[in-house]
Every structure is written in C-alpha cells, then in structure tokens.
C-alpha cells in the first residue's frame, strides 16, 4: 500500500499530514515531500494521525527534518511509543492531535502591534 502526503496551510503554519505506512520502502519520497513542504516555512506540523506504522527509518528521517527546522517541527499524534523509545520525543515536540499543535504555536507567536 502506498503513502501519500496531505499538505495545507494554517496561516504561516504548514500542515502535512502522512497517510499510510511510513517506513523504508516510502522514506524517501515521504523525506523529500516533507522538505519541499518546509521550504520558506519556520513551522511544520507533520500529522501521523492517518499514519498506519513509522518505522526506524522513519525517525531518522524525522530527526533529519528537526535538524533543518529546530523548533519548527511539531508531530501530531502517531504511535507514540516509537519517539518514546528512540528519544524523539525528548527534542520533537509532540502533540495530540494537529488543533492542538496549531494552538501551541499561535500563542507562542508575538501579538503585532499597530
């Protein structure tokens, strides 16, 4: 079964959202998707709600993506017990789900003045 990515944006926010498996067949393509989507971005929220298994490829790549972005990535959701294990989720902020990040994010974000 193939993967795809869902990709849309919350005001500056991107949001793509992986569906289907992600793991060393697909990590690749899904690696590429996620860096053509972070282009000219300083947040990236990348939704594993629909993500049906991550594999250690998969963090890798992840962790890759932290490494551009810093701060900017946040997960949405997934198997948690993978981040856990590898230590992501000590560096990769993690949310429950994508409203959830996108609410962290705008009240971190400084009020404009006029």
Do not use: Y
């Not at 590429?32 to 250690?56: F, M, N, P, Y």
């Amino acid at each position: 079964m193939g993967s795809q990515l869902i990709i849309r944006d919350a005001r500056t926010i991107r949001v793509v959202a992986i569906v289907g498996p992600f793991d060393a067949l697909n990590v690749a393509d899904i690696a590429r998707g996620l860096q053509r989507a972070a282009e000219g971005r300083q947040t990236l929220v990348v939704s594993l709600q629909q993500c049906t298994h991550v594999d250690i490829e998969a963090v890798a790549a992840l962790t890759l993506l932290h490494r551009r972005l810093g701060a900017g990535l946040i997960l949405a959701s997934g198997p948690q017990r993978v981040f856990e294990i590898t230590g992501v989720d000590k560096f990769i902020r993690i949310f429950p789900s994508v409203n959830d990040a996108l609410r962290q994010v705008a009240s971190e974000q400084p009020i404009a003045r006029t």
